[in-house]
């Protein structure tokens, strides 16, 4: 007699669908297209997409977005919050889903905060080198 293996662990439920990683995916690329190629508001040309998360439920779509550092990121969401239906409506169209993610549009600060770590690693590093030079000139 030949026993079937449970490929589920007790307690955690179904496994993670990689389906919601994929329309992600998806939403990432052809929001960045439409972006590119349709953008008429002067505050959304120098958006980029860097990451996006879609609910298991495929009805919630979280959009991070970066600008450049002298852009203003409260404008450029405002922008997007103001297209979020347009960009729907060209989802709607070009993915083939049966029911198309709100859109909730989060300004990316990593790296903004990976450069201000830098900086701050910079400034130790140099004022480290400057307190060795004092230390080996009173010495030398």
Do not use: C
Request: no cysteine; glycine share 4%.
């Amino acid at each position: 007699m030949r026993q079937e293996f449970n490929f589920t662990l007790p307690g955690l439920g179904k496994p993670k669908s990689s389906r919601p990683d994929r329309i992600a995916e998806a939403v990432t690329q052809e929001l960045a297209m439409l972006l590119r190629q349709e953008a008429g508001d002067v505050r959304l040309q120098r958006v980029s997409f860097s990451r996006a998360q879609v609910s298991p439920d495929l009805k919630l779509a979280k959009i991070w977005f970066t600008v450049p550092e002298e852009a203003n990121a409260a404008a450029a969401l405002k922008a997007l919050q103001h297209a979020s239906g347009f960009f729907r409506s060209h989802l709607a169209k070009t993915l083939n889903l049966r029911r198309t993610p709100d859109l909730l549009f989060y300004h990316d600060r990593q790296s903004e905060e990976a450069e201000r770590l830098e900086r701050i690693f910079r400034e130790l590093r140099s004022h480290d080198e400057q307190t060795s030079e004092e230390d080996s000139d009173e010495r030398g």
